[in-house]
């Protein structure tokens, strides 16, 4: 067995997005006023800060606020204030403007490249003393004897598709902290397995999950108005499945659009990949591309469940921040905000642990109590019945959402629960086909050149990072019964039904991988486990 050489640390950080970076930072800033030493580590498994970042995005600045008061003087790249929101109800032709919910004005916040943002906040972070590692993926989590968490290692480079070391092998690397902070994003790989191991689910509701399909586009001037907002709901998705659009007109004459839908839908012939472009094809939407040019194209998955799916978030030798814990307004359609001020408590909470109990591996106990008594709590526990009150359909959701907000004020005396969107899936018999148009090539794409313009690379010989645990069930259960949904809900084409001599057959075409998730979430019976291939594979996205 190959050694692998370790590194030791005070905190290391898994995950240079929003929670991450906002963790490092802060705890550097607080080792610098009491003048005291604190080593922190990031890793990061794209191929540089901000590679694999992908929202909207409006940001919301409050923590921001908290973290760099002087964001503004630093340079940070809040470029465009929103100075107009729209809210639509689209049916087949016309759009219909309905009065914008209270959570969605967004009076004081930015339209923003995420991606952008962070690879600022790596600029920061670097500046006041983090190391940060991009293009090493955390592979493993490392435990000691008594089965606190030790640290993490990254994986081996140069694996060969059969699973020996190739010509070009290198070992990871073991990275060994005090404590370890998991900020992997929605459905992180790692956390999934600390979430077993420490059962941290126990006693909350399972985490639901949105689809988030983005395109980047350069518009005509004409169309162009820096700083609005527009959302949408209804057509073209049916009135029993949960989602809707945004179109962010940022600076340069380019506008973000994007498409959410809700992955605990049931027909298993929707393709949200496929609504998104037909939605584009709207004439109220259609008019902002015509002359446009596509730029780049993106898909994440998003932690939906919000209060009552958040998980414990402390184990012996670590934690849990930003969106891989759950950290994410629904109604605001905003996860940076929550995703920072999780970060920011979490090193308040560190540094006074650290700094009163030196061993590796205990628990940092005052980091959900720091939680509870901040905004964020209160924020998300006054929005917990929106998204789950959408199982009464689109109108049914409008409906209890407007009396919880307006007459309730989100203290209601009860919480709605949430189901595992798998198991929401109805057989393909019991449900009504999908037929979409064919893509024009002008304003709506096929998804091959989609991922070509993500940049997503992969290192060619490399083992799958798309396991599944019975090879016979892609045919034997999700073709037979559900008509294969993974062909569909998967925004890169990853899956794909093969005909040959023997019968029909799954090809996983792996290299296409966006690193969305939605597979792991949404397989119906639960077959995939999506790992992380090696570091520095994935979508390079610019400016998303």
């Known amino acids: 067995m190959t050694t692998r050489d370790a590194m030791e640390y005070d905190v290391v950080i898994v995950g240079a997005g929003p929670s991450g970076l906002a963790t490092a930072i802060r705890l550097k800033q607080l080792a610098a006023t009491a003048g005291s030493e604190l080593s922190v580590c990031v890793v990061e498994k794209g191929s540089e800060v901000g590679a694999h970042i992908l929202s909207g995005a409006v940001i919301e600045p409050r923590a921001l606020e908290e973290l760099f008061p002087d964001w503004r003087e630093r340079g940070a790249p809040l470029n465009t204030a929103v100075n107009e929101d729209r809210f639509l109800f689209l049916t087949t032709e016309k759009a219909y403007k309905l009065p914008t919910p209270p959570q969605m004005h967004n009076d004081g916040n930015y339209i923003v490249s995420l991606g952008n943002v962070v690879r600022w906040l790596g600029q920061q972070a670097e500046e006041l003393g983090v190391e940060i590692y991009p293009g090493f993926a955390a592979a493993e989590v490392l435990y000691h004897a008594d089965g606190s968490v030790k640290g993490i290692a990254t994986g081996d480079m140069g694996i060969e598709k059969n699973g020996e070391p190739g010509p070009n092998h290198q070992p990871g690397i073991e990275l060994h902290a ?66 809707g659009s945004f179109l962010y007109h940022l600076e340069n004459n380019q506008v973000a659009v994007g498409f959410v839908v809700g992955l605990d839908y049931a027909n298993p012939h929707l393709s949200p990949y496929e609504e998104f472009q037909r939605f584009k094809t709207h004439p109220e939407i259609r008019k902002f591309f015509e002359g446009g040019r596509r730029i780049s ?47 920011i408590e979490a090193a308040e909470a560190l540094f006074a642990h650290l700094a009163a109990d030196g061993q590796s591996g205990n628990e940092t106990l005052g980091y959900p109590e720091r939680l509870r008594q901040s905004w964020l709590w209160d924020e998300l526990h006054q929005v917990r019945n929106i998204r789950p009150s959408f199982r009464w359909g689109l109108f049914g959701g409008i409906a209890y959402s ?143």
């Open 402 to 544: 407007a009396l919880d907000t307006f007459l309730l004020k989100g203290r209601a005396p009860w919480t709605l629960r949430h189901h595992a969107d798998h198991s929401q899936l109805k057989k393909a018999s019991e449900c009504a086909p999908i037929v979409y148009p064919k893509p024009d090539g002008k304003i709506s794409f096929d998804r091959l050149s989609s991922v070509f313009i993500s940049a997503t690379n992969h290192a060619e010989e490399q083992p799958c990072h798309l396991r599944l645990k019975d090879a016979s069930v892609p045919i034997s259960t999700n073709l037979a019964l559900y008509n294969a949904p993974e062909t569909r809900y998967c925004p890169a084409g990853v899956y794909e039904i093969v005909e040959d001599g023997s019968g029909p057959r799954m090809q996983i075409n792996a290299q296409n991988c966006l690193h969305c998730k939605t597979c792991d979430i949404k397989d119906p019976t639960q077959n995939i486990d999506w790992a992380v291939p090696e570091g520095g594979g994935g979508p390079n996205y610019p400016n998303m």
């Open 178 to 243: 005090r404590q370890t902070v998991f900020s992997e994003g929605c459905r992180g790989s790692l956390t999934k397995g600390l979430l077993s191991k420490f059962n941290l689910r126990d006693g909350v509701d399972p985490q639901t999950y949105g689809i988030g399909i983005k395109e980047l586009w350069e518009v005509s001037p004409e169309v162009h108005q820096p700083g609005l907002t527009v959302h949408t709901v209804g057509w073209p998705l049916t009135r029993d499945v949960y989602g």
């Open 297 to 343: 194209y993106g898909a994440r998955a998003l932690s939906e469940g919000g209060f009552q799916s958040v998980p414990r978030l402390t184990f012996p030798g670590g934690l849990l921040v930003g969106d891989t814990a759950g950290f994410l307004n629904v109604p605001k359609i905003k996860g940076t905000h929550m995703a920072m001020k999780s970060g």
